[in-house]
């Protein structure tokens, strides 16, 4: 993200430190430095309040503050309605700042409110971005929601593989298949124990079962499997009716709801998406399906603002810093001061069986062992999958 070298001498700094309920302002006049130190509550009035008494200041004014939580996102949106430039203060910066300038760790709103006031006069921001005035709000939101689902999903699908069907009906976990086979969970909250399946015989379970299995090539060899399985299974003497496997049950339930919920948030972002040019340039790279150009576009937004590639590198915590001091110089390495889940989404694209997989393999030939060099590669990848956009 570029960061704003300068700050015009003509200008009224704010400085807001930002909390869930209150905000500490620090205003900062040109002639003489003069401050004038309030406090903002979390409320429409306040708020209007604020943009108001700026407005009538009558002069150019830049806003500063640090990113809390979605806190700021209300204050932020109103002050940027009401025609003011917004900089934000990076947290690490504005930790290290608060160190260097009062030589130590303490910290308070107040003193907050002071340094991002000095980081604003030096020009040590960023720009801030707006997510609903970028017309991105929506964007962030699925990606967001659908990262949400999938770690539920993921977490209750281990639930059932690890708990639930170890006891209840071990042998069925081989035609589990991926944490995607609906046809799979649909089965078993239909049959969940070996006695469910074995006591209505061979033909009526082959009834029963029938729609439940999907379009499979072999279906009828699938459902003869299931039955012999069940007829030597080694399960608990759990009876169907029991409370045991009513909360099975409601645990299969719910990640059947949450593969449904997934698979409706990928559809909208598909429609949302389909006539976006970056959306379908970004499919066009290797290992970048649908939720990982969602996740893209919602986190970096409109991609042409990096006017280079290690512009967005930077943004993404995937440049490359060395820590030196006289004669030490330490190991080069990811900063990873950027973004987290866009970093995360482009080392996922690499993963994926594709090219990409074809150039990690000759990256590390000769050193298949080698633990260091194959991390390397795949962050060398990481990098390569975002250029390649």
């Known amino acids: 993200m570029t960061k704003h070298k300068s700050t015009p001498s003509d200008t009224v700094l704010v400085a807001i430190d930002m909390s869930k309920h209150r905000q500490e302002v620090l205003l900062e006049r040109p002639e003489g430095g003069r401050r004038r130190r309030m406090t903002v509550m979390a409320t429409k009035a306040d708020y209007d309040r604020l943009a108001d008494d700026l407005t009538a200041i009558g002069r150019p004014i830049i806003v500063g503050f640090e990113a809390t939580g979605n806190y700021h ?55 801030y971005v707006d997510p609903l005035a970028a017309g991105i709000n929506d964007l962030q939101e699925m990606s967001k929601t659908h990262e949400a689902i999938s770690k539920a999903k993921t977490q209750t699908w281990h639930r ?34 070996p006695g469910s399946i074995t006591s209505i015989g061979r033909e009526a379970f082959t009834e029963q079962a029938w729609p439940l299995i999907g379009r499979k090539v072999s279906k009828a060899q699938v459902v003869k499997d299931i039955y012999e399985t069940a007829c ?95 004669m030490f110089r330490g190991r080069t390495k990811l900063s990873k001061y950027g973004n987290a889940r866009l970093r995360r989404t482009f080392w996922m694209a690499t993963q994926r ?24 590669a795949m962050t060398a990848l990481t990098a390569v999958a975002r250029r390649s956009g």
């Open 232 to 326: 030597a299974s080694i399960a608990l003497p759990i009876h169907e009716d029991s409370t045991a496997i009513t909360m099975f049950r409601m645990v299969i339930a719910q990640a059947r709801t949450l593969i449904q919920q997934r698979n409706e948030i990928e559809r909208i972002a598909h429609d949302a998406l389909v006539m976006s040019r970056d959306y379908q340039l970004l499919r066009m790279i290797p290992g970048i399906g649908p939720i990982n150009a969602l996740t893209i576009l919602a986190e970096a937004g409109d991609l042409r603002r990096f006017s280079h590639h290690r512009q967005f590198l930077k943004f993404c915590g995937l440049d490359l810093a060395t820590c030196q001091s006289g």
């Open 353 to 376: 069986d594709n090219s990409f997989r074809d150039k990690l393999s000759r990256y590390v030939a000769g050193h298949p062992n080698d633990p260091d060099r194959r991390r390397k």
């Open 73 to 127: 996102r209300t204050l932020a949106h109103r002050l940027l309605c009401a025609g003011f430039e917004l900089r934000l203060i990076s947290s690490v910066a504005l930790a290290r700042t608060r160190e260097a300038l009062h030589n130590g760790w303490d910290k308070n709103d107040s003193k907050d409110a002071q340094v991002i006031l000095h980081m604003l006069r030096i020009g040590a921001t960023q720009r």
């Open 160 to 193: 059932i593989l690890t708990h639930y069907l170890p006891l209840y009906f071990p042998e069925i976990e081989r035609f589990a298949g991926n944490s995607r086979s609906d046809w799979f969970l649909a089965l078993i909250e239909q049959f969940p124990t």
